[in-house]
């Protein structure tokens, strides 16, 4: 059998519509951060945010209003939590992980490949994803806090501030 009834169907585009919107809405509202390049935090929101949706869709025990309670409780938990991590240094360290040097001056830093589980092949891919030929031409490739690749090119100053906050593990 395709469906139990046709006012099931109904109320699963009813909700569905009803349910999206209002989850564009409160996201619109919420910021930018929101729906920033995911950390751990980030990503769990955001899976939570889906679940809840097709909870309030599928589900029919779960009411509508309901489901934008956890919406705005889930939205509104993530927007304090990075508020306080801007805030609070020691806060935001417990949230966040700090991004990681894998690779330095043209040198693998062998103890941060095998602790973050990253290949010098995948840095290979980044290298030349920023459209540089020689590995000896890259100061640092850093593993961001979002699990993307930063390369950055060898410069005549010698000075290395972007990488202030790097950990060399």
Known sequence: ??????????????????????????????????????????????????SILASVIITKSVALLEGMLAFIVLIGL??????????LSKFASLIKAEPTLLLSNGEYCTAALKSQRVTKSEIRVAIRGAGILAI??????VLETDGSFSVLKQNNSGLKTALSDVSEQ
């Open 1 to 50: 059998m395709f469906f139990d009834d046709m006012q099931g169907l109904i109320r699963v585009l009813i909700i569905g519509v009803l349910g999206y919107v209002a989850l564009v809405f409160w996201l619109r509202i919420s910021g930018k951060r929101t729906l920033s390049k995911w950390n751990v935090f980030d990503f769990i929101v955001t899976i939570a945010l889906g």
């Open 78 to 87: 993530q927007y304090f939590i990075t508020w306080l991590s801007v805030r």
């Open 136 to 141: 000896e031409d890259v100061a640092a490739v």
